[in-house]
């Protein structure tokens, strides 16, 4: 097994297959043009034919896969620093629309925008507070009510942020 620097994948795109390990969720979030998507589990080296270089996210879970795919037969290269240099360098990404962008916002939203969860969520309250005139309503009910309506906004952000990408 050869392990190589990111410029010289960049320099063979094209010229060879190019194997991402990580999870289909990381490789959503994105990846090098042309890459396969085959996570250590799911590695097939009976499907890959020619020169295969490996990737992941740092360099670790790749070294592992070129092991399994040279025990298999495989001419494989590990590419050293993986998507974290490839990305440093400045080279192309192709997808890069990752849903964890939502995760923080939508467990902020389940925590704290839904607490305290009985016998109805604050945010639930001050709605209807609001829905009947919000007469009565004061500095710390207003005050409630942004804090635990924050993260929901924070996640109506995060969607849109998602969906223009």
């Known amino acids: 097994m050869q392990t190589r620097a990111v410029r010289d ?16 969720f990381e490789y959503a979030g994105g990846h090098i043009t042309g890459a396969i998507n085959m ?14 270089w490996v990737v992941c ?3 670790a ?13 495989v001419s494989v290269t590990n590419v050293m620093g993986g998507m974290l240099a490839w990305r440093a360098e400045g080279h192309p990404v192709e997808g ?18 839904l607490a305290p969860f009985t016998p109805e969520p604050h ?9 009947g005139g919000a007469h009565g309503m004061g500095l710390m009910d207003w005050g409630d009510l942004l ?8 996640l109506g952000w995060a969607l849109v942020r ?3 990408r």
């Open 96 to 113: 890069g629309v990752s849903p964890r962008l939502l995760l923080w916002p939508l467990v902020a939203s389940l925590t704290l925008g």
């Open 9 to 24: 994948l960049f320099h063979e795109l094209g010229k060879v297959t190019i194997v991402d390990v990580r999870t289909p």
């Open 162 to 164: 998602l969906l223009r």
């Open 123 to 131: 945010i639930v309250g001050k709605l209807k507070w609001i829905a």
């Open 57 to 59: 996210r740092s360099g």
């Open 147 to 154: 804090m635990h309506g924050a993260p929901f906004v924070w």
């Open 61 to 73: 879970r790749s070294t592992r896969a070129a092991e399994q795919l040279e025990e298999a037969g």
């Open 39 to 52: 996570p250590p589990g799911a590695l097939r080296p009976d499907e890959l034919t020619g020169e295969v």
